[in-house]
């Protein structure tokens, strides 16, 4: 009876909220401290859908993590799954639970336990979900999950009423597309599906992070973007143009026009110069930068003279970087940059990136196993077991200066 007692109340508080409160942002960030509060929860979001991106954003969220800045693709982990099919989800127990792998708030740094998912419907469609992480002293129960999915018709209903803009804030012109993106790779008697449906844009002039376990598929992703793979199914268009299924003469003439390329491992020819590793790459192009030029905008101007041998490992780096950009290249692919340097040799060439992103308005994809890098990007795209996990936009990105690890 007080158990119906508490819920009768918190209904009617919840309903007060939405219905009196001045605005649609001040109603539901408002409902949602209360359903918090009253189910002892530890952080929780709401989640609505784009249906032009169709991608979760996370307009409200409370707690000791900030999630505001991500995105989910809708029908992909938990929220996505409640958003995609309308049916609540209850982790009980998240490191038993075969549907739980992780969620934005694990990377944040709330360790997930248990987690209430349920949809927003607003009776004729799912826009979105509310999400509950972590009830202290135990698992969500049946009388719980009903307050919370009869809170979020209520907020349902009321984003119906009232109208609520959902933006995504992703109005610049994009540069490169994918689309339901796959790739296998078939051997006897298997076939293993290392990308699963990928969705990304990629805009120009941005610098993206691309973070991930070995084996998440990162690698297999950039090398088709860079025309050094192909795609097994879906759609990839740059600029408009469709590189799905190129020919080998159209793909040698897209990885010239738009593609610089900056190695883990340097790749510079050990019998040439700093000038000559980079001059030899620009004879391969129609309207080069000056290679005198692209050496001094990573400051090697003095070094034009010297062989990789007498070079430390952040010069050629940083020789390698400017091997990218005397192309005038339209996108930079830089696979695991830093992997081989030490904390003061890696800010030294992340700065020199930082740098061509700022001069130069280049595009540059970057990936690492280095989740501290991410904080310097202008967004950061985790993967997990060939698709994107969760997209997040940093507000503020820092210098590469201010990076520790």
Not at 379 to 388: E, F, H, L, Q, T
Request: charged share 25%; aromatic share 6%.
């Amino acid at each position: 009876m007080e158990e119906n007692k508490r819920f009768a109340k918190a209904t009617w508080l919840i309903m007060e909220q939405l219905l009196l409160a001045d605005n649609l942002n001040d109603a539901l960030s408002g409902a949602l401290d209360i359903i918090i509060k009253e189910l002892d929860s530890e952080a929780g979001a709401i989640w609505l859908l784009n249906e032009k991106t169709d991608r979760l954003y996370p307009m409200f969220c409370s707690g000791a993590a900030d999630i505001s800045d991500i995105s989910i693709e809708n029908g992909v982990g938990i929220e996505g799954l409640v958003a995609k099919t309308g049916k609540s989800v209850n982790i009980e127990d998240a490191e038993t639970d075969p549907r739980f792998e992780s969620t934005v708030f694990d990377d944040q740094g709330i360790q997930t336990k248990t987690m209430l998912c349920v949809a927003l419907n607003d009776m004729k469609k799912v826009i979105g979900c509310i999400q509950l992480i972590n009830k202290r002293g135990g698992a969500y129960d049946r009388e719980e999950i009903q307050l919370c999915e009869r809170m979020a018709s209520l907020a349902a209903i009321t984003i119906d009423e009232k109208g609520l803009l959902i933006s995504d804030s992703e109005d610049r012109e994009i540069l490169v597309t994918l689309e339901n993106v796959t790739k296998e790779f078939r051997f006897p008697g298997h076939v293993s599906h290392v990308l699963k449906g990928i969705n990304l844009n990629i805009y120009k002039g941005e610098f993206l992070v691309v973070l991930g376990e070995s084996g998440c598929g990162k690698s297999t992703m950039m090398n088709i973007i860079g025309g050094m793979d192909y795609l097994t199914g879906g759609k990839l268009t740059v600029e408009g143009a469709d590189y799905s299924h190129p020919t080998d003469a159209e793909l040698t003439m897209y990885r010239r026009k738009y593609i610089g390329f900056i190695f883990q491992s340097y790749n510079l020819m050990p019998n040439l110069s700093a000038l000559d590793n980079v001059r030899f790459i620009a004879e391969l192009c129609d309207d080069p930068m000056s290679p005198n030029e692209a050496l001094a905008r990573v400051g090697l101007a003095e070094k034009g003279g010297s062989f990789p041998a007498q070079m430390s490992g952040g010069q050629q780096q940083r020789v390698a970087i400017a091997r990218a950009l005397v192309k005038r290249p339209k996108l930079i692919l830089a696979d695991e940059p830093t992997a081989a340097l030490d904390y003061e040799t890696s800010i030294e060439v992340l700065s020199a990136i930082e740098e061509m992103v700022k001069t130069e308005k280049s595009t540059v994809v970057m990936i690492t196993h280095n989740p501290e890098i991410g904080k310097m990007a202008d967004r950061v795209v985790k993967m997990k077991n060939g698709r994107v996990f969760s997209i997040k936009r940093n507000a503020k990105p820092l210098k590469a200066t201010d990076l520790e690890w």
